[in-house]
C-alpha cells in the first residue's frame, strides 16, 4: 500500500517533536542544574547580591534563557553589567529581566542618556511632583506637571525609563524604602494613563539613601521623582532552547 508524501512527512516531523521532547527530559535538569551554578557564579562576582537567574519558561518548562530576578536597588549600569556577566556564561541564551528589559545573547548593550531626559529634569527644577502627607496619593496639583512630563518622554518611547522615588531621612529606612517605591509606581501608573507604554517603564524606591548634593539627608526638599532616559539597541531575542555552539 501506497502512504502518501504528506503522511510521511508528518510523520517523520512527529516523529522528531518526540525524540527532541525526551532528549529534553533527558538532559535537560542536568544542563538547568549546570547553567544556574555558573550563573550564580557570574553574578556574585559582578557583585549582584540579590539577584537570582531562574531557567524555567513562564509554562513551566526547562530553557536556556534565564529571567533575572531582584536588584531594584542597583542603578541601570549595574544592572547591565550583571546581565552581561550572565550573558556571558557558555550556553545561556538571551537573557531577561523580571520587569522586562532583555540584553541580546551577546551580551551587549550600550547605553546612552537621551535628550529626553534633560528635557525632564528642566520642567523639574523649578516644580516637584507631589504627594498627599505619608501617601502615595499624587498631590491633584501636580497632574499637569505629570502631562508635562509624559510629553517629554514621548519622543523617547521604546527607551528605558526609569522612575525612581527619594525621600529624606526622617522615619525608619524600611518605612522610607517602601514609601518611595510606591510613589514612584504611582508616577509609573499615571505614565502609562498618560500613554507612556507600561514595558519600558521602571518603578523603584531607594528611600533616602541618595539625597540632593548639598542639602542636608532630613530636609524635607529630598522627597521627590527623579526620571532616567536610557537608550537601547533594539535586541535579537534567540529562540527558546536552541542548541548553543558554544
Known amino acids: 500500500m501506497n502512504v502518501r508524501p504528506s503522511i510521511a512527512i508528518l510523520a517523520g516531523a512527529l516523529l522528531t517533536v518526540i525524540l527532541a521532547l525526551v532528549g529534553t527530559r533527558l538532559s535537560g535538569p542536568g544542563m538547568v542544574e549546570r547553567l544556574e551554578t555558573k550563573s550564580a557564579a557570574a553574578i556574585a562576582e559582578a557583585q549582584g547580591s540579590g539577584i537570582t537567574a531562574g531557567f524555567h519558561s513562564p509554562n513551566g518548562f526547562l530553557t536556556r534563557h534565564p529571567l533575572l530576578s531582584g536588584g531594584e536597588g542597583f542603578d541601570e549600569e549595574t544592572r547591565v553589567q550583571i546581565a552581561k556577566a550572565v550573558a556571558a556564561v557558555p550556553g545561556v541564551g538571551g537573557v531577561r529581566w523580571s520587569d522586562g528589559t532583555m540584553v541580546a545573547e551577546s551580551g551587549t548593550l550600550p547605553l546612552t542618556p537621551m535628550h529626553c531626559q534633560d528635557d525632564v529634569q528642566a520642567l523639574l527644577r523649578a516644580r516637584t511632583i507631589r504627594f498627599e502627607e505619608s501617601?502615595?496619593?499624587?498631590?491633584?496639583?501636580?497632574?499637569?506637571?505629570?502631562?508635562?512630563?509624559?510629553?517629554?518622554?514621548?519622543?523617547?518611547?521604546?527607551?528605558?525609563?526609569?522612575?525612581?522615588?527619594?525621600?529624606?531621612s526622617s522615619g525608619s529606612e524600611p518605612g522610607n524604602i517602601a514609601l518611595s517605591k510606591e510613589r514612584a509606581e504611582a508616577v509609573r501608573q499615571a505614565l502609562v494613563r498618560r500613554g507612556i507604554p507600561h514595558d519600558g517603564l521602571r518603578a523603584r524606591g531607594i528611600g533616602s539613601r541618595e539625597p540632593v548634593d548639598g542639602l542636608d539627608p532630613a530636609d524635607p526638599a529630598n522627597r521627590r521623582i527623579e526620571?532616567?532616559?536610557?537608550?537601547?539597541?533594539?535586541?535579537?531575542?534567540?529562540p527558546v532552547d536552541t542548541p548553543s555552539a558554544r
Open 227 to 238: 526620571f532616567s532616559v536610557i537608550a537601547t539597541v533594539p535586541l535579537e531575542p534567540t
Open 135 to 168: 501617601s502615595s496619593n499624587i498631590d491633584a496639583a501636580s497632574r499637569e506637571l505629570l502631562d508635562e512630563v509624559a510629553t517629554a518622554l514621548r519622543p523617547c518611547v521604546g527607551s528605558i525609563i526609569a522612575v525612581t522615588g527619594h525621600t529624606d
